[in-house]
């Protein structure tokens, strides 16, 4: 098991931008995959961005041309880059992982998760 810890959220207004980062702290092996998935009070968690154990990318099609998800493996981070934000992607986002990931964006492929941290996009 792992520990996910986010940072970077905030408050920006609508077409700005924020990058996400979590920290990653314990023992990985191969066929790790990990993800950002945000939520809204009283909605399903949903998946954004997966970043797969062989470097290959999976994005909503909410986000698609927006939002760039990376992992650093040197640092143990993965990032998310939010670009022309919108209102619509208010949620706490949280940070992911799991192991021989085949769904990439369902929430009950992955085994450890943060705490989140807010965005919150004002109009």
């Known amino acids: 098991q792992v520990q996910l810890v986010e940072s970077g959220g905030g408050s920006v207004q609508a077409g700005g931008s924020l990058t996400l980062s979590c920290a990653v702290s314990g023992h990985t092996n191969r066929g790790y995959s990990m993800a950002w998935f945000r939520q809204v009070e009283g909605k399903e968690r949903e998946g954004v961005a997966a970043?797969?154990?062989?470097?290959?990318?999976t994005y909503a099609d909410s986000v698609k041309g927006r939002f760039t998800i990376s992992k650093d493996n040197t640092q143990n981070s993965l990032y998310l880059r939010m670009n022309n934000l919108k209102p619509e992607d208010t949620a706490v986002y949280y940070c992911a992982a799991g192991y021989w990931v085949a769904s990439h964006l369902d929430t009950y492929e992955y085994t450890d998760w943060g705490r989140g941290t807010q965005v919150t996009v004002s109009s």
């Open positions: 970043v797969a154990s062989d470097g290959s990318t």
